[in-house]
């Protein structure tokens, strides 16, 4: 019994010396001539099928993209279909077409040593249908073809969104096997595997597939490295759909909201109509909310967008009721202070093209009393100089003097309200003034405003297309 351990012993050293298995003898070219001597050369092994343990066994992999199922912004993952094909030779072996009938045989996975290549990017389980067969060829060429459902990780930008373009990794290589036992290699060009991709892609949804890349890659760790294939599949975005139900309907809502600077800013329904253009925009912000990304990382441009268009709808509104404040109770206010009135109606007023009116070419005189000379001081000699005749001798002095001091204090307290009213309405001026320059600021900073975002969208949508 000893004698026949050791025999066999010497036959699995002597056959790992000289190769992992043989070359098959089939009794004749049939099925079950091959099946049996398979069972007996190959498939009571399982070990790594090379010659030396010192050199390591070379994984071909192929990857082609078939559809693309979802892309998730907050869980920060990405749902693709795939095709994963691994090719590797069984060193040794090989067989005769003549002698055993084919070139090629499915073989059941159980039966044979599989390499243990997967995705580093793994977040879910894989859900497609398991194939239990691998293709083994007569020059002992072995080829796994299998689908992969693809749940992977995906650092995600959506800045530019709905313009946004993905680059997401999915890593290949050996969960156990370091480097020097499996070498993962490259079987395709990214040219071929984007060409395949693109022809049997399935799913034409919101995602269509811009490129793929294929580098080597190793990963270092302390006991060891591990060599894995990278694909980056390079996705975008289709953002026809965000521009028509997100981008158009705003566009037109502040656009709408700019032209109401043409009505009258003194006029109550501006203000009633700005008040309506808010809370129709407001309403049409919560109903397409579901269609905008949410993420902790980054705000998208969008976002930014819809908020200084909503900042500048309300700023509008606000503006509106102070001009109308300004000219319903200017009168009443007091004299516009000198360094607004200068910053104002000198420097803003002419940035914004709107010259300061002209002054007018009447001159008003205005008599003011002397600050010595009263009413009881008017002498005989006076009121006849004023009168143009000679005042008889005897004049009655007081009944005239009483009625001519009346007079003169009735004529001062007209001409002070006179004047306290001219200086109201010089008052009342200015601030409409003011009112009328930071209106048309405010429009023009819309209109830059929105002239900048139309130009950028249009940028950054011809930038994701190219």
């Given at each position: 019994m000893m004698?026949?351990?050791?025999?066999?012993?010497?036959?699995?050293?002597?056959?790992?010396?000289l190769g992992f298995v043989a070359a098959l003898n089939c009794t004749s070219p049939t099925r079950q001539s091959l099946f049996n001597a398979l069972e007996k050369e190959?498939?009571?092994?399982?070990?790594?099928?090379?010659?030396?343990?010192?050199?390591?066994?070379n994984i071909s992999i192929e990857m082609v993209v078939q559809g693309i199922i979802d892309v998730n912004e907050k869980a920060q993952s990405m749902t693709i279909f795939i095709w994963q094909v691994l090719e590797w030779q069984i060193e040794g072996l090989s067989w005769d077409e003549k002698e055993c009938g084919t070139t090629r045989v499915s073989v059941p996975r159980e039966k044979l040593w599989i390499p243990d290549v997967q995705i580093t990017e793994f977040m879910d389980e894989d859900k497609s249908p398991k194939t239990p067969y691998v293709y083994l060829y007569n020059?002992?060429?072995?080829?796994?073809?299998k689908p992969i459902r693809v749940v992977s990780s995906c650092r995600l930008g959506i800045f530019t969104f709905p313009f946004d373009v993905q680059n997401c990794s999915l890593t290949f290589g050996s969960y156990l096997h370091f480097e020097n036992d499996i070498r993962m290699t490259i079987g395709t060009t990214a040219a071929q595997a984007l060409e395949e991709s693109k022809h049997v892609m399935e799913t034409k949804g919101e995602w269509e597939l811009v490129d793929i890349q294929i580098s080597p890659a190793t990963l270092e760790i302390t006991d060891g490295s591990y060599s894995e294939v990278k694909f980056y599949i390079i996705i975008r975005r289709r953002p026809i759909l965000y521009v028509v139900n997100l981008i158009m309907p705003s566009c037109f809502l502040v656009t709408l909201d700019l032209f109401s600077f043409l009505l009258p800013p003194q006029s109550v329904d501006r203000s009633s109509f700005k008040m309506t253009l808010i809370l129709g925009y407001t309403v049409f912000l919560l109903i397409m909310?579901?269609?905008?990304?949410?993420?902790?990382?980054?705000?998208?441009?969008?976002?930014?967008?819809?908020?200084?268009?909503?900042s500048l709808m309300v700023a509008s509104l606000f503006e509106t009721v102070f001009i109308i404040n300004l000219q319903f109770s200017s009168s009443h206010c007091n004299k516009v202070?000198?360094?607004?009135g200068v910053l104002v109606l000198k420097y803003i007023a002419v940035v914004v093209c709107l010259p300061s009116k002209r002054r007018s070419n009447r001159v008003t005189v205005s008599f003011h009393p002397s600050?010595?000379?009263h009413t009881s001081s008017i002498s005989s000699r006076d009121l006849q100089k004023i009168a143009g005749d000679t005042l008889p001798e005897k004049l009655p002095?007081?009944?005239t003097l009483d009625e001519l001091r009346k007079l003169s204090r009735d004529l001062t307290a007209i001409r002070l309200q006179m004047?306290?009213?001219?200086?109201?309405?010089?008052?009342?001026?200015?601030?409409?003034?003011?009112?009328i320059v930071l209106d048309r600021l405010l429009f023009g900073l819309y209109s830059v405003f929105l002239s900048i975002s139309f130009i950028a969208i249009i940028c950054i949508w011809r930038r994701s297309n190219t």
């Amino acid at each position: 019994m000893m004698e026949l351990k050791t025999t066999g012993l010497i036959v699995i050293c002597f056959s790992l010396l000289l190769g992992f298995v043989a070359a098959l003898n089939c009794t004749s070219p049939t099925r079950q001539s091959l099946f049996n001597a398979l069972e007996k050369e190959l498939f009571s092994e399982k070990l790594l099928p090379v010659k030396d343990f010192s050199h390591p066994m070379n994984i071909s992999i192929e990857m082609v993209v078939q559809g693309i199922i979802d892309v998730n912004e907050k869980a920060q993952s990405m749902t693709i279909f795939i095709w994963q094909v691994l090719e590797w030779q069984i060193e040794g072996l090989s067989w005769d077409e003549k002698e055993c009938g084919t070139t090629r045989v499915s073989v059941p996975r159980e039966k044979l040593w599989i390499p243990d290549v997967q995705i580093t990017e793994f977040m879910d389980e894989d859900k497609s249908p398991k194939t239990p067969y691998v293709y083994l060829y007569n020059t002992g060429r072995l080829y796994d073809d299998k689908p992969i459902r693809v749940v992977s990780s995906c650092r995600l930008g959506i800045f530019t969104f709905p313009f946004d373009v993905q680059n997401c990794s999915l890593t290949f290589g050996s969960y156990l096997h370091f480097e020097n036992d499996i070498r993962m290699t490259i079987g395709t060009t990214a040219a071929q595997a984007l060409e395949e991709s693109k022809h049997v892609m399935e799913t034409k949804g919101e995602w269509e597939l811009v490129d793929i890349q294929i580098s080597p890659a190793t990963l270092e760790i302390t006991d060891g490295s591990y060599s894995e294939v990278k694909f980056y599949i390079i996705i975008r975005r289709r953002p026809i759909l965000y521009v028509v139900n997100l981008i158009m309907p705003s566009c037109f809502l502040v656009t709408l909201d700019l032209f109401s600077f043409l009505l009258p800013p003194q006029s109550v329904d501006r203000s009633s109509f700005k008040m309506t253009l808010i809370l129709g925009y407001t309403v049409f912000l919560l109903i397409m909310n579901d269609l905008l990304p949410v993420t902790g990382n980054e705000t998208p441009l969008l976002n930014v967008f819809f908020l200084i268009t909503f900042s500048l709808m309300v700023a509008s509104l606000f503006e509106t009721v102070f001009i109308i404040n300004l000219q319903f109770s200017s009168s009443h206010c007091n004299k516009v202070p000198h360094w607004l009135g200068v910053l104002v109606l000198k420097y803003i007023a002419v940035v914004v093209c709107l010259p300061s009116k002209r002054r007018s070419n009447r001159v008003t005189v205005s008599f003011h009393p002397s600050a010595g000379v009263h009413t009881s001081s008017i002498s005989s000699r006076d009121l006849q100089k004023i009168a143009g005749d000679t005042l008889p001798e005897k004049l009655p002095h007081e009944p005239t003097l009483d009625e001519l001091r009346k007079l003169s204090r009735d004529l001062t307290a007209i001409r002070l309200q006179m004047d306290k009213h001219f200086e109201g309405n010089k008052n009342a001026q200015e601030w409409e003034m003011i009112g009328i320059v930071l209106d048309r600021l405010l429009f023009g900073l819309y209109s830059v405003f929105l002239s900048i975002s139309f130009i950028a969208i249009i940028c950054i949508w011809r930038r994701s297309n190219t």
